[in-house]
């Protein structure tokens, strides 16, 4: 049975009637407001308010608020007038009263059933629209891919005729070209038929100005072979027209070079360019990790007992067995063998906090920290872990403002922690009171 709230108060002016319903220490969100135009009710189990008003309101003008611990409703009236009182005549009228409180549920559902299905509607014409848009977009889209179409198209075809056009003039030029070296072939054949007993008489003449003007050392001249003189033009001295005489300048030998030629060093054998970095890398990291192995000197040992993710998992096991020293033994023989894995430094750093090695403790914790640079969420939990157990080791030594600081790292990674945070008050507090 709820419990009908009496102490509320009201106010009214010509247009507005002010209703302040206290919430009781009830909450906000489970307030629950009918507004009508002749019944206005808030339930707030186990508290009920309710109240068939004097006159008609304007529902879709009036309002509710939540505020200070209050339910505030400024109701608009219908005809503009003084009530003199909030409650309706025949509110005492049981019948009367429920009658109106059974139409009030009813129009407030109607109204929801509005509401919803124009919401529905708005949302349905916002769907058409935005569909619309899009089709509309896509139209455009595709007008403008066709469009460019287009246009390559044209422009190929115009690219294709300016080829052709091209290859037809050099076809022609080509033909021209062959017609007038085929005429110049003709006239320099009827030439030499007509001076060949002119050029036998005045080669020995000629040969005897030349050497006078180059010497027997500069000058190779041969006219026994006429052909050769016809074939070779590297040459020639101005001769009357009918002869062309050619002329071989002596060379000497070609001077030695030499062209330096430097290689980056590699340890395989195949060029960079050639080669897969990152397996190569991981395959030197695999003989590193196997010849730090081999060095361990320990007969007692079997092979798979040289494993770095063994020993972790051994590690981890005899810290779960409480053999804290066994743990920090593993964990050294696989420190020694791989000694870039963090994971390894943080689970060492757990055992000596446990043996009470504090300087240990946050030695490998530093070393962890560094490992897992750069801090990237990936890691978070393990830097977490390593600010929170420096931490632990510095109080253990008394040095609190170090370990404050560690703590003060570790609600950066965690905000929300509410451990972490009464350990940093307790850790301030401490500071302030010393």
Known sequence: MPIS???????????????SVPLK?????????MCTPEFIKASYPPFLFEVLLNAPIVDAKSAAKIRDGCVIFTLIKEIPEIWTQLL?????????????????????????RTAVIEKSEVKEQNKKFALKKMMQLEEQERSKIESEKENERIQAANELNKWKEKKKQEAEEEKIRLVQEEEEKKRIEESRAREGTFTDNIEPQMEN???????DDKVLYDTSDKKELEEHKVASVAVPPQKKVLIKPALGPRKSGKISITFTPRVFPTPQRESKVQEEDEWLQKQADARKRMDIDNKDLAEHEKDP????????????????????????LAIKIQSKDPILFLNRSACHLKLRNLFKTSEDCSTALNLMQPAVDGNSKGRLKAHLRRAAAFCGLELYVEALMDYEAALKINPHNENILKDANKIREIIQSS
């Not at 709230?5 to 209703?19: A, G």
């Not at 063994?310 to 067995?321: M, N, R, T």
């Open 5 to 19: 709230v009496k102490d509320y108060r009201w106010s009214e002016t010509k247009e507005q009637i002010f209703i």
């Open 25 to 33: 220490g009830v909450r906000a969100s489970n307030v629950d407001i």
């Open 88 to 112: 309706s005549p025949n509110a005492a009228d049981t019948q009367f009263h429920f009658k109106k409180k059974q139409e009030a549920i009813a129009y407030d559902e109607k109204r929801t």
């Open 209 to 215: 100005k030349i050497t006078q003007l180059f010497g």
């Open 309 to 332: 993710d063994w020993l972790k998992d051994k590690g981890a096991q005899l810290f779960a067995a409480e053999d804290f020293l066994a743990a920090v033994n593993a964990y050294n």
